[in-house]
Nanobody, 119 residues
Framework: QVQLVESGGGLVQPGGSLRLSCTAS????????MSWYRQTPGKQRELVAA???????NYADSVKGRFTISRDNAKNTVYLQMNSLTPEDTAVYYC?????????????WGQGTQVTVSS
């Protein structure tokens, strides 16, 4: 079991920045992949950024060059630095942990944090 708690969302003007944090209830060094997803009403949840245990990252095309995902294993925390925000980035952002164990593969989700980009 992994509990995830997101923080850092809020209201920001277009062109501004926010940093989201996701703190896990256990060590993330053994978690295969940590990711950020986002969802807007009426749409499917979409992958924003992911970071594997080895440190490799991947990003949605819409955020490449603007968002950066990173992890601090000592703090059991994953971050999403979001720069040059636009209204299209407005969504609820969810942290995800993907863990492969002896009992199979499991996805764990945080409760989500709202990001609103508006003037």
């Amino acid at each position: 079991q992994v509990q995830l708690v997101e923080s850092g969302g809020g209201l920001v003007q277009p062109g501004g920045s926010l940093r989201l944090s996701c703190t896990a209830s256990r060590s993330i060094s053994s978690i295969n992949r940590m990711s950020w997803y986002r969802q807007t009403p009426g749409k499917q949840r979409e992958l924003v950024a992911a970071i594997a245990g080895g440190g490799s990252t991947n990003y949605a095309d819409s955020v490449k060059g603007r968002f950066t995902i990173s992890r601090d294993n000592a703090k059991n925390t994953v971050y999403l630095q979001m720069n040059s925000l636009t209204p299209e980035d407005t969504a609820v952002y969810y942290c995800n942990a993907f863990l492969i164990g002896v009992r199979g593969a499991f996805d764990y989700w945080g409760q989500g944090t709202q990001v609103t980009v508006s003037s």
